[in-house]
């Protein structure tokens, strides 16, 4: 069964203090893993797609790695309005339509 | 461009009553999602439609919820009785299409059943 696992569950950093979220999954087939934000009382917000061993996107201060166990939220030098809960899903090639798997999430905590 | 829009935000209402939530998804977006997410966990699949078609409902527990998505566009998810262990968030997405696009999400409606 494909399975996702984040860690840490919290974080709390200090503002300018960089840090790295995990996502380890197993699935058969990786057709894609996705990064989303959540903001409190909000849906999720799309962040980042990576489709293969060694891709890696960026956006501000974060930046997306993946391997073939696992992916890396990279945040650097957060700010505080990078508090949020980061969510990582993986899509897997033995489902023809499309399943997105979630992982729990990441609470993530910037103080000034 | 419009996102997703979801509503009622939040809903309040007794045990065996029923509720139903009503999703519009983003133009152009032939796929809709309907996700269940309790407090600290991921969203959970509980449909998914292409089109009008229902393509995957193995995770909708059909002896009380139910959901539709007439003519392609919105859809409506319905819960009928409600029990307490249904409070949750209950999210909807769309995407352009099946496989590896990005999904897209509403804000959500809150369901608490008391």
């Known amino acids: 069964e494909d399975q996702v696992t984040q860690s840490p569950e919290a974080l709390r950093l200090q503002e300018g203090e960089s840090s790295s979220l995990n996502c380890s999954y197993t699935v058969s087939g990786l057709r894609g893993l996705f990064w989303y934000r959540q903001d409190p009382g909000k849906g999720p917000e799309f962040l980042f797609t990576l489709y293969s061993a060694g891709e890696e996107k960026e956006k501000e201060r974060l930046k997306a790695t993946l391997t073939k166990k696992e992916s890396f939220l990279h945040i650097t030098a957060p700010k505080p309005e990078d508090s949020a809960t980061y969510l990582c899903?993986?899509?897997?090639?033995?489902?023809?339509?499309?399943?997105?798997?979630f992982g729990a999430g990441t609470q993530v905590v910037v103080t000034p | 461009e419009a996102g997703v829009v979801q509503s009622p935000r939040y809903k309040i209402i007794e045990k065996k009553q029923p509720v139903a939530f009503w999703c519009n998804p983003i133009?152009?977006?032939?796929?809709l999602y309907w996700y269940r997410q309790n407090l600290g966990q991921g969203p959970e699949l509980l449909i998914r439609?292409?089109?009008?078609?229902?393509?995957?409902d193995s995770q909708l527990p059909k002896d009380r919820f139910s959901a539709e998505r007439l003519k392609g566009v919105d859809s409506t998810l319905k819960i009928q009785p409600a029990e307490l262990g249904d409070s949750a968030v209950y999210l909807c997405?769309?995407?352009?299409?099946?496989?590896?696009?990005?999904?897209?999400f509403g804000q959500g409606t809150r369901l608490t059943v008391v």
């Open positions: 899903a993986v899509q897997a090639t033995t489902d023809s339509w499309g399943k997105f798997q």
């Open positions: 997405a769309s995407s352009l299409r099946l496989g590896n696009t990005e999904a897209f």
């Open positions: 133009s152009g977006h032939n796929t």
């Open positions: 439609y292409e089109n009008e078609e229902a393509v995957d």
